[in-house]
């Protein structure tokens, strides 16, 4: 791949070449749907606002697409990949690239590893192509454990975008909404074809743009706010003080000035913090 060189981008040959050459078979269990549209890395590194210097968290680099634009813009990137197949094809890729230096490879798996000795202190970015079966708890988890990684953009499926993003009186608000308000806020910047994939994902894929709170507007601890919003919406058709009832008294939601007929999908974030904080 000697155009790899002076391109810095991967083009759907060059990756049906990697797959060949290497003998992989893209794992649909590993959510394994690489970018092969190098205008697709382009503009993700640019409505991420990368510039040389940032710090970067790249979850499941694949074979290299995005991590190439990450690291050709000067980032400093950490690529996190769980596949130890891919570990040749991505260090072949860097190094033909001439990025190697600008990437530490982590074998392992985002969910589990020891993240506090990665990453240490001070800020990042997180960008990637995160693997869609597990976006949810990936954003969430991290969002909880991991208060450095402050700026996100992230491709995930649109309906997971749709669903993180939405507020109170959309069909998708939901449990993973609340729950990444007490963190956050989350918004879908764009869609993205399937045509750019290989191979392509059977669902449509959305660019999810989402920035940590730089102050916690909810004082009540998270796992308070997560027993109450998990109660209300386990049982979304019911009236807040039934399935509320047990946490909270009719009396409590009263005083915040939240009906207690109401149900779990009419309450706004700001409203179950006040729950929370009472
Ligand atoms: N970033 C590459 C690209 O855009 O072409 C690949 C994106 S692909 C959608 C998701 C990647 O995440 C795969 O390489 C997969 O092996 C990796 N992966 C899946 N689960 C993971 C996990 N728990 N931790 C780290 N990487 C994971």
Not at 74 to 84: F, H, K, S
């Amino acid at each position: 791949m000697p155009e790899l060189a002076t391109t810095k981008r991967l083009t759907r040959p060059m990756i049906v070449e990697l797959i060949e050459r290497h003998g992989l078979a893209p794992s649909r269990a590993l959510g394994q749907n690489f970018l092969c549209e190098p205008g697709t890395v382009d503009k993700i590194v640019r409505l991420a606002g990368v510039a040389a210097g940032d710090r970067v968290i790249e979850i499941g680099p694949g074979l290299g697409s995005l991590t190439l634009g990450l690291a050709d813009s000067g980032a400093d990137v950490i690529a996190i990949e769980a596949d130890r197949y891919l570990m040749r094809p991505l260090t072949e890729v860097l190094e033909t690239a001439g990025l190697r230096d600008r990437v530490k490879v982590v074998h392992a798996d985002a969910l589990e590893m020891d993240w506090g000795s990665l990453v240490g202190p001070g800020t990042w970015k997180v960008i990637a192509n995160l693997p869609y079966n597990v976006s949810t708890p990936l954003i969430l988890d991290l969002l909880r454990d991991q208060p450095t990684l402050v700026d996100w953009l992230v491709m995930v499926q649109q309906e997971t975008g749709e669903r993180l993003a939405a507020g109170s009186g959309s069909r998708t608000y939901g449990i993973p909404s609340v729950l990444l308000s007490y963190w956050a806020t989350a918004r879908v910047i764009d869609t993205v074809p399937n045509s750019v994939f290989l191979p392509r994902p059977r669902v449509g894929s959305a660019l999810l743009r989402i920035t940590r709170h730089a102050d916690a507007p909810i004082g009540a601890s998270f796992d308070r706010f997560a027993t109450l919003v998990r109660a209300g919406f386990g049982q979304r058709r019911k009236m807040l003080r039934r399935s509320l009832a047990g946490l909270l008294t009719i009396e409590q939601i009263e005083r915040t000035g939240i009906d207690p007929t109401a149900r779990a999908e009419s309450l706004t974030p700001a409203q179950w913090g006040a729950l929370a904080n009472l």
